[in-house]
């Protein structure tokens, strides 16, 4: 991928913002009035051109936060785009949003049929059955998470019934509870699926028309598969999240032996190493796919990569308590099963206010296979490749010598890595093994990674400042030059980049796209519990997840993970004008994912939004104090709001997939000129 610096003409981005374009819709009334913008006998273009007239820049007007019921039960969106261009004309729109489906409906399914959307399989392919409830009939489960998505086309694509497919890439991160309302997170197999879209021409409308479920067994299943990002070269690259602790010390994700009894049917088939790895859906022309498992880029809480334009340098966030920044630089071009694994030390002070300068620690170098073998053609076990003790262990050797004291998860552990284990160390305990090496391990749910290509800036969420990133709280305390104060709401750091680093050892990285400095670039900001549950300020970011960069419109999306709105937002930041406008809203206590902003689809540019559990955790938004007063969110907005959301979403046990569109507004200019 290369920067595209030509400047499209008015014709080219009436085109991609168009009645549905930009962030489309569907079939709109406003399609006809624009769709002269595209064609030879539009009236209201000189003909011939006087003078090209070209895209100037973008602003979103921002919406207000949502504070009736009607508006805070749905996916709300009452903000507006207006695209200047350089003759001073401006083409503003209405936008709104689109749902392809909500999970547990049947759709349509890929070879013939019907399949439910969001639902789960075994490794045979069998439907997962809930038959939790005693009162009510035994169900497929089917998941209320849909999280990262990636839309795109494939040059050679053809699918019967389908006329311009364009294919969407959706994952499916978990189920929330099952019908007997008991908790079922980690204990099922996250399902992927692609999804077939005919694309309107005319209109940029995109139509549900396939729904493929991707075969997981070929790699184990999948984990707790969160954000997602597309790759240059058009695959989905997944995410699993809060990997398996192998030790059981309590430092990752939950046991898989639930995963294991519903995907394998058995309760010990799922090892450990099999989770935390990067898988990658390639798409094939007729709507179908495959995954692979990427055993060589850390085993950690990945949670949105990003691959940066060389095509070799991807740049990890990890999504952890004492975690790290990570970087990958491929063996070659487009291809991820070989290559160095890195992890970042802070030499200067990152914290609020000051830029913390990198270098980085090479862990080791690998492919695949090799770390794959070691899982399950050997069999490898934790204890084969080092030996890890809690400091409050009674067993732990008297003798600590040649042990390393480290903080993870809020722990203090002494680890040894055996002989000639390093390799296995770096790959399948990269936690450890990347504290061990003297790593800055002093993040807290470092989320999504996304670029701004022009600039040479990554920019990577912090869904909160606290913990392991605070100066001074407790034992966990931020260390390695990480130490800011705390700020629940989180913020967004800055990455500058650039080729000619060399790593702590002296040893240069073939990579263009090295980050080498970090800065704080934007922070929400706490407040006391207000009359709509907000413990955050409404007009700031809070807890940002999901980012995506468009550089055509130099806007940083930013899609919010938290309880610190009673509503969580999509967010547009202007990197020209520094603006931050609110353009989304989701359900009360939903989450912002599947983020995926696309600057062009057959000439339309879309953003993919989805959101999951519907009014989740109410007792987040409100407090009792001492006397027994209740604050915060009343009691008979809760209410309302609860049967709100249980009528639109199935009881909560649904969520939707879909996008944002746009509309025309009336008081447009017209065009005065096209290229």
């Known amino acids: 991928m290369t920067a595209n610096t030509q400047q499209p003409s008015r014709r080219d981005l009436l085109k991609w913002f168009a009645g549905i374009p930009f962030l489309p819709l569907g079939a709109m009334s406003t399609a006809a009035a624009l769709s002269g913008c595209n064609s030879s006998d539009d009236s209201t273009a000189v003909t011939p051109p006087v003078k090209p007239v070209n895209f100037k820049n973008a602003t979103f007007t921002a919406m207000a936060a949502p504070i009736t019921v009607a508006e805070m039960a749905k996916t709300a969106v009452s903000s507006k785009l207006k695209i200047t261009w350089d003759d001073t004309t401006s083409t503003e729109y209405q936008l709104g949003y689109k749902s392809f489906f909500e999970t547990g409906s049947k759709v349509p399914k890929w070879g013939g049929g019907e399949i439910v959307a969001g639902g789960y399989f075994n490794a045979q392919g069998q439907p997962i059955m809930d038959t939790s409830s005693p009162t009510q009939a035994a169900r497929q489960f089917f998941s209320d998470c849909p999280d990262g998505s990636s839309l795109l086309k494939l040059d050679n694509a053809k699918v019967d019934g389908v006329t311009n497919p364009v294919f969407h890439v959706v994952q499916f991160e978990y189920a929330t509870m099952n019908q007997a309302g008991t908790s079922e997170y980690g204990n099922l197999p996250s399902p992927i699926a692609i999804l077939t879209l005919d694309q309107d021409q005319k209109t940029g409308h995109l139509e549900l028309k396939k729904y493929f479920n991707v075969d997981t067994a070929p790699v184990h299943g999948l984990w707790i598969t969160c954000g997602a990002s597309l790759s240059p070269w058009n695959t989905h690259l997944s995410s699993e999240e809060y990997e398996p602790d192998a030790f059981n010390q309590g430092i990752g994700g939950p046991s898989p032996t639930g995963l294991g009894k519903n995907f394998f049917g058995d309760a010990n088939a799922a090892k450990p190493y099999n989770y935390g790895h990067l898988p990658e859906v390639i798409v094939n022309p007729d709507g179908s796919g495959k995954i692979i498992k990427h055993y060589c880029m850390g085993r950690i809480s990945h949670e949105l990569v990003h691959v940066m334009p060389d095509n070799k340098t991807v740049i990890m966030g990890d999504d952890y308590t004492n975690g790290g920044l990570f970087m990958f630089v491929a063996d070659k071009e487009k291809d991820l099963n070989s290559g160095t694994l890195y992890v970042a030390k802070f030499t200067s002070l990152l914290s609020n206010t000051t830029t913390g300068q990198i270098k980085w620690i090479e862990l080791g170098k690998a492919s695949s296979k090799e770390i794959e073998d070691m899982v399950n053609v050997q069999n490898i076990q934790p204890s084969d490749i080092m030996e890890s003790y809690l400091d409050t262990d009674t067993n732990k050797p008297a003798d600590l010598s040649g042990f390393t004291s480290i903080i993870l998860a809020k722990k203090k552990l002494w680890v040894k890595v055996k002989p000639g284990m390093e390799k296995a160390a770096a790959f399948l305990e990269t936690h450890r093994y990347a504290a061990l090496k003297g790593a800055s391990m002093a993040f807290t749910k470092m989320e999504g990674t996304t670029v701004n290509i022009k600039d040479k800036v990554a920019y990577s969420a912090l869904a909160n400042i606290v913990d392991s990133m605070v100066e001074g709280t407790a034992s966990y305390s931020a260390t390695h030059n990480v130490k800011f104060t705390k700020i629940q709401a989180g913020g967004i750091l ?134 027994g007063v209740r604050t915060g969110l009343s009691l008979s907005m809760q209410n309302e709001l609860n049967v709100a959301i249980d009528k639109s979403y199935n009881q909560k046990f649904s969520a939707s997939v879909g996008y944002i569109t746009a509309d025309v507004l009336p008081s447009t200019t017209k065009p005065t000129a096209t290229k």
Not at 505 to 526: C, F
Not at 608 to 618: A, I, R, V
């Open 494 to 627: 800055a990455h500058d980049l650039s080729g000619g680093q060399s790593t702590t050892t002296g040893m240069p990285i073939n990579s263009e796209w090295v980050p080498y400095q970090s800065k704080l670039l934007l922070a929400g900001e706490d407040i006391a519990l207000d009359s709509m549950g907000n413990t955050a300020h409404p007009d700031k970011i809070a807890s940002p997840d999901n980012l995506k960069f468009s550089d055509q419109l130099r806007t940083l999306f930013i899609g919010e993970d938290s309880g610190n709105h009673i509503n969580n937002y999509l967010w547009a930041y202007n990197v020209e004008s520094q603006k931050l406008d609110r353009i989304l809203s989701t359900p009360a206590g939903a989450e912002s994912t599947g983020l995926h902003a696309v600057d062009s689809i057959n000439g339309w540019t879309y953003i993919m939004s989805n959101f999951q559990h519907p009014g989740d955790e109410w007792n987040r938004f409100y407090k009792v104090d001492a006397s």
